[in-house]
C-alpha cells in the first residue's frame, strides 16, 4: 500500500530534473512510500494517458529516464519526442507540449496510438464471412 505523502524537499529535487522528457509529465510529481521505500510518482500529461512513472530513490540508477522516454515515445509519437529533446531547456519543452496539447489534430493523436497486430491462428468459418 502507497502512500501520497508531501514533501518540502520537491522543490530542491526539481532543480536536478533538467531533461526535456519531464515536459511530457505532470510538473510536480507524487512522493509515495510504498513498503518503506521512498519513490516519485510521475503522471503522463498526454491526452487520454493513464500511465505513471514509478522511480525509487533507494536504487542506484533514481536518475534514470529511460523508461519515460520509452512511454513518450509511444504515447506521445516519435517526432514530437525528437522535437523535445532538441529543446534549447526544459521550459522550452514544456511550452512545446502545451502547444502540441492544444492543437493536436485527431489524426495525430490516431497516428501516435497506431499498433499492428498479427496472429497466426487460421480464420474459423464464422471470421471469413
Not at 44 to 68: E, I, P, Q, Y
Amino acid at each position: 500500500m502507497s502512500v501520497i505523502v508531501t514533501h518540502k524537499k520537491t522543490e530542491q529535487l526539481m532543480k536536478d530534473w533538467t531533461s526535456s522528457i519531464y515536459a511530457c509529465f505532470a510538473p510536480v510529481p507524487e512522493i509515495t512510500y510504498s513498503e518503506g521505500r521512498h519513490s516519485h510518482v510521475f503522471k503522463c500529461l498526454g491526452k487520454s494517458c493513464r500511465a505513471s512513472m514509478w522511480r525509487f530513490l533507494d536504487t542506484g540508477d533514481k536518475g534514470s529516464t529511460t523508461n519515460m522516454w520509452k512511454h513518450a515515445r509511444k504515447c506521445w509519437g516519435k517526432d514530437f519526442v525528437n522535437t523535445i529533446d532538441e529543446a534549447a531547456s526544459l521550459e522550452v519543452a514544456h511550452d512545446i507540449s502545451k502547444k502540441f496539447t492544444l492543437n493536436g489534430t485527431i489524426t495525430t493523436v490516431f497516428e501516435q496510438k497506431k499498433v499492428t497486430t498479427y496472429t497466426s491462428k487460421p480464420h474459423t468459418k464464422a471470421g471469413t464471412r
